[in-house]
Each structure stands twice: as C-alpha cells, then as structure tokens.
C-alpha cells in the first residue's frame, strides 16, 4: 500500500509523527512555494518504521525567513528504508537550521539523508546530522549528505555531521561539501560562447533540477493511495506544467523557477 502526502508548508509550525506499518510506503512532498515570506516557520518529523515499510521526504524551501527543520528516523523494522531530502535556495537575511538523526535498529535497514542548496546575501545555514547504528543492525546501510555552494562573502553555512556505530556489520558513510561553483565549470561554458551570468544561470538550474523528479506526484499510485491538506494549486505548485519531465532542458516547473530565482 502507498501513502501519498503532498502540502505546502503555509503555517508556522507543522509537526508531523509517523508509525508506518509493515509493507507500508509512504511518501511525503513539503514546500513553502508561496508568493510571500514566511516570517518564521518550524517542521518537525518524527517517523518510526517497521518490518520493510519505507518513507520518502522531500523538502523545497525558498521563502520562510528563519526556518528550523527536525526530522528523526527510526528505523526499527527489518528490511525498512527512508529517503530523505531537503532542497534550498536562500538569499538576503534568511535562516535555516536543519537537525536530522538516523537510528537503525533492525536488519538490513537503509537511510539516506542529503541536504543541498545554493545560498547568497547573508543567508545563514546550519546543518547537525547523526546516524546511529544500534546493536543488532546488522547489514544496515547509513548515508549522510550535505552541499551547498555558497555565492556570496557575507552567507554563512556551518555542517556538523557524526555518527555513532555499535555493530560491526553494517555500511556507513557522510559527507560535507561547502564551496563556490568549479571555475572549470564556467570556463568551460564560457568557451562554448556563453556569457558569465548566463553560465551561472545554467550551472545553478543543473543544481536543483537534478532532484526535482522528486517533487512530482506519483501518477502511477494505486487506489489505496491518498493525498493529504492541499487544493490543486498547491500540487501544481509542486509539479510545475504539465508537461514536465524529469531531466529535460524544456523543464518549466515553478518551483524549479522558484529556486533559481532566489539566487540569479
């Protein structure tokens, strides 16, 4: 069975707690696509899954000006999966803060954490994850992923990632990555013919879009599906036109738009 949950993120606080059953997947879409700022804004996740269930969380985050994130995996079933990933585009005096803690218990369990965004002006970041491998997970995989180029002297990004393993079997890996585009890079599409800010254009869309199949509703759901809180402008918020397809050049979603316009 599959559980769809797609919202905009239109309140200062949303808490959401999970228990997902054996089998069950479940998956969730979180944007504050709106034309206006939101002044403070706190979502929080608490997820606890069972024998083979799995959760999918994507977050885009563009317009709340100070912004805290807690999200904590529990992973307790064997065979359980989480996918987990928060997309930002933050510019003048824009805070976020986002906490992640990834807990195996059970066996053969996996979990991917990655948190990436471009930020400018004197955006300010924060990342503090934690996977830990409980005794008994045997075979468990863990990763932790954290990039965020920084186009600007005056933003600030602060990565703190750590892990805690009490089980010898098991697979487990993070990552931090703070820094400017490759000068290569814009070289490269300078030598092509392209002028230095439209070269910054492209390299910033080939950023974001590479997530973006992720913030698509899922049209192959099964009837025991449903959808959660939102009006059909929040979904095409999310979805962009209807013609968009994952990795196209001709790719026109909004919120894609939305991202890349926070920092060109």
Not at 195 to 223: C, W
Request: hydrophobic fraction near 40%.
């Amino acid at each position: 069975m599959n559980n769809i949950a797609i919202c905009t993120l239109q309140t200062m606080q949303k808490s959401v707690n999970l228990v997902i059953e054996s089998g069950v997947v479940s998956r969730h879409v979180v944007t504050d696509h709106l034309d206006e700022l939101l002044p403070l804004a706190h979502l929080s996740y608490r997820v606890v899954l069972h024998d083979s269930a799995q959760f999918e969380l994507s977050v885009a985050l563009t317009q709340v000006q100070d912004c805290t994130i807690d999200i904590e995996l529990d992973l307790q079933g064997d065979g359980a999966r989480a996918d987990v990933i928060v997309l930002y585009g933050l510019s003048g005096q824009q805070n976020l803060k986002i906490n992640t803690i990834q807990k195996h218990y059970g066996k053969q369990t996996t979990s991917a954490v990655v948190a990436c965004g471009i930020v400018t002006g004197q955006a300010y970041v924060a990342y503090q994850g934690m996977i830990s491998l409980q005794p008994g997970s045997k075979r468990a995989d863990a990763k932790q992923e954290h990039t965020t180029i920084v186009l600007s002297k005056q933003a600030k990004v602060v990565s703190i990632p750590s892990i805690e393993v009490l089980h010898h079997d098991v697979q487990c890996c993070h990552g931090a990555a703070i820094g400017q585009f490759h000068e290569q890079q814009l070289w490269y599409l300078q030598s092509r013919g392209f002028e230095k800010n439209v070269a910054y254009q492209m390299l910033v869309h080939s950023f974001f879009a590479e997530h973006m199949h992720r913030f698509l509703p899922d049209t192959g759901s099964n009837k025991n599906s449903f959808t959660l809180v939102v009006p059909d402008s929040a979904v095409s918020a999310i979805a962009g036109s209807e013609g968009w397809k994952p990795g196209s050049s001709d790719n026109n979603s909004s919120l894609l738009e939305s991202l890349c316009q926070k920092i060109l």
